[in-house]
């Protein structure tokens, strides 16, 4: 399957890559890995006239722990991101959604911010990054921004960032206390599926009663999305089956997901109920 | 605008002029005249196109060959040491592993991909490794018996 024709850049900073995409707002693209722009490109839905690399960009390619906060950088590959000790031991929610992304050979060349800026509802990354309240650090021609990911994500395959802008930075705060979490997802077979639905869930438990639950999910809606009210429910709680059923229903009734050729929207609401439930049994199990 | 590019592929040298779109699988194919590599999908699902570039598995078919420049791509053809076949496409082919054969040179890549990270892989590893790698005729079965018994192969060699 050949390329459409474009010409190709691949500046050595930041400035230049946010000159280049001003240059042609409307028919420049940034890519990263571009294991998600070069396919859609092949498919037609895409036809930049001018592709601008970042992978060249020196210092862009970092998964660094500081004492508040986790950053990894816009050029870190997913293969990176799970070769990151901290990643598995702090944040396994993230570990388990980075690794059943495809397979490893695309894992190597795909980055964690060129995912999250597809904005796929389906984005195992963008779920899981949701869950963990990441920050992101946004660069434009006008200087940099931070963006909580909760507001990133603003329609099907939109994001809030500008033609002229890009993710340099994901921020990932580090998290205290007694706590436990999981990723869970569910694909029509075991490999190189985009997930139907998954769930994502972090679970704060003080003497037996919950003070914390984060419930984020993707493919249940336009964008992946928190279930506030699903969480809520939990706060408050001593973490049992009756509480955690309580809060799938919750999570179920609060989603809207789409219809597509793979399931139907009522299919992925009921799948929503189950993989909230595991998610949060798994994440109740982990509570340490 | 053509662009200038020199990488390794199999340890030589190859320089060429090249338009940006042209993607890796296509370079090796018709620039290089290397059709060991295969395109399945075309679209970084099945496999069937993967090579080591730098010691890393990618999918040559979702990467353009300007991306590699300066880069060391190892292929299919690179794996047999002269006429001696590499242990993974021997023990291919004692296990019959192989029957179209379509899907071959992508596994084979991945799995010595695996083994140089991981020399004593489990049935599961080597499941897992080969999960992005789509075979249509074997079920399998034979393939993960053949890297396994590859992978037996190549520890006891390096013990010697």
Same mark, same amino acid.
């Given at each position: 399957m050949a390329l459409p024709v474009f010409d190709y850049l691949a500046p050595k900073s930041i400035e230049e890559a946010c000159a280049a995409l001003q240059s042609k707002p409307d028919t420049s693209k940034l890519i990263a890995g571009g294991q998600s722009v070069l396919r859609v490109m092949k498919f037609r839905i895409m036809a930049p006239e001018l592709l601008v690399d970042v992978k060249a960009i020196p210092g862009l390619r970092y998964v660094e722990e500081e004492p508040d906060v986790l950053r990894i950088g816009a050029t870190a590959t997913q293969t990176d991101v799970l070769r990151s000790e901290i990643v598995r031991t702090e944040f396994p929610l993230l570990f388990e959604a980075i690794s059943r992304i495809a397979t490893t050979a695309v894992r190597n060349t795909a980055t964690i911010v060129g995912n999250i800026c597809v $904005?796929? =509802?389906?984005s195992d990354p963008s779920a899981a990054l949701l869950a963990l309240d990441a920050i992101l650090v946004v660069v434009g021609t006008t200087g940099e921004r931070v963006v909580p990911i909760s507001e990133f994500f603003v329609g099907h395959m939109t994001t809030s960032l500008d033609a002229t802008e890009l993710v340099r930075e994901i921020r990932i705060p580090r998290r205290k206390g007694n706590l436990g979490m999981a990723y869970l997802a569910h694909a029509g077979r075991a490999a190189m599926e985009t997930p139907l639905v998954a769930a994502g869930a972090i679970l704060s438990v003080r003497d037996g009663v919950c003070t914390g639950a984060t419930i984020a999910l993707a493919g249940a809606d336009e964008t992946p999305i928190r279930v506030g009210r699903a969480e809520e429910a939990l706060v408050g709680t001593r973490i049992d089956d009756r509480t955690i059923l309580q809060a799938s229903s919750i999570a179920a009734e609060d989603c809207s997901p789409d219809t597509d050729v793979y399931a139907s929207g009522e299919y992925r609401r009921r799948l929503v109920a189950v993989y909230v439930r595991d998610a949060l049994r798994t994440a109740a199990s982990r509570v340490q | 605008m053509r662009s200038h590019i020199a990488l390794q592929i199999n340890g030589r040298r190859h320089t060429s002029e090249i338009e940006p779109n042209t993607l890796l699988l296509d370079f090796l194919r018709w620039e290089v005249g290397l059709t060991g590599t295969k395109e399945g999908c075309?679209? $970084?699902? %099945?496999?069937?196109c993967t090579v080591d570039v730098d010691g890393e598995l990618v999918r040559s078919c979702l990467t353009l060959a300007v991306q590699v420049a300066g880069k060391s791509v190892t292929t299919i053809e690179g794996m047999a040491n002269g006429e001696k076949l590499h242990p993974l496409q021997r023990k291919f082919l004692e296990h019959g592993a192989v029957q179209c054969g379509f899907c071959s040179p992508g596994l084979i890549v991945t799995a010595n991909a695996l083994l140089a990270a991981n020399p004593n892989p489990s049935e599961a590893e080597v499941r897992d490794a080969l999960r992005g790698n789509f075979c249509? %005729? =074997?079920?399998?079965v034979k393939i993960i018996e053949a890297v396994l018994a590859a992978a037996s192969e190549m520890r006891s060699n390096a013990h010697e």
């Open positions: $904005g796929h =509802t389906a | 075309g679209e $970084g699902v %099945c496999g069937s249509r %005729c =074997t079920g399998y």
